[in-house]
């Protein structure tokens, strides 16, 4: 296989260096561009950082991408007119950003998800399952920690476990959306779904979706241990979006998961 030319934005935050460390390991990939949003005087592996330009990008074939929402899209921008694939692990979109990715999916193949775990992926397909199989008397919430450093909450990995439930009850993710709590301690079931996120220490991530009728629970969870399983999986995605033409892809795709 020809090594594919990488891209990693967000060089400098705690999945971009993670990535940079799996690919060291990784004979598939060539790193060839590093950026970051702001200015930044230094290298990494004798690469330059710097910010997202179009020259920056072209000898890349695939570009990986862990910043935030404004960020992502300068590099869609720049991904669409340069003809480059994309991986999305960013979080943090609204709905109409959400739409916006899908438009520029028409024209490059971008594979996003938010989480690039094997497991939280099941996770996934599991909570989607379990809300199919169970009648409206279950109700529903979502709970998840993570490191004090993580800004944004829900994370991306309980809105989509939160999409999974609404996938299974085949309504509309937006409409089932209830409360999102911050370092609460206990939080309520409702019909609709909600989250409770908390920050603290150095937490990768748990995760973990309740179905309660009164009279049992169904519990559903993930504990990531290391941080390489999100890097690794993420470079998984690159080489299997290679293959691929235009579109929106997930790693249910690439797991090929009904």
């Not at 993420?234 to 090929?256: C, I, Q, V």
Request: net charge positive.
């Amino acid at each position: 296989m020809k090594k594919i030319n990488l891209g990693i934005t967000g060089c400098m935050g705690r999945m971009g260096q993670q990535i940079i460390k799996s690919v060291k390991s990784d004979k598939n990939f060539r790193l060839v561009a590093l950026t970051e949003e702001k200015k930044v005087n230094n290298k990494i592996n004798g690469i330059k950082i710097s910010q997202n330009t179009i020259d920056v990008f072209k000898k890349t074939n695939l570009i990986i991408d862990f910043t935030i929402p404004k960020c992502t899209f300068e590099i869609l921008k720049i991904a669409s007119k340069l003809k480059k694939r994309v991986i999305i692990g960013t979080t943090g979109f609204n709905k109409k950003q959400e739409n916006l990715i899908k438009i520029y999916a028409k024209k490059i193949p971008i594979l996003k998800a938010g989480n690039m775990s094997l497991g939280i992926n099941l996770l996934m397909y599991l909570t989607e399952i379990a809300s199919a199989s169970l009648n409206d008397t279950f109700l529903t919430k979502i709970s998840e920690i993570h490191h004090k450093h993580k800004k944004d909450y829900p994370s991306g990995t309980a809105l989509m476990l939160g999409k999974g439930i609404a996938i299974g009850k085949n309504k509309n993710f937006y409409n089932l959306i209830g409360k999102k709590y911050l370092n609460n301690k206990k939080f309520p079931y409702s019909k609709k779904i909600n989250f409770n996120s908390i920050r603290k220490g150095e937490i990768i991530g748990e995760h973990e979706v309740k179905f309660s009728s009164g009279k049992e629970i169904i519990k559903l969870n993930h504990e990531a241990f290391d941080r390489a399983l999100y890097s690794e999986g993420a470079l998984s995605a690159a080489k299997w979006l290679m293959t691929k033409k235009a579109g929106l892809y997930s790693m249910r795709d690439l797991m090929n998961f009904k």
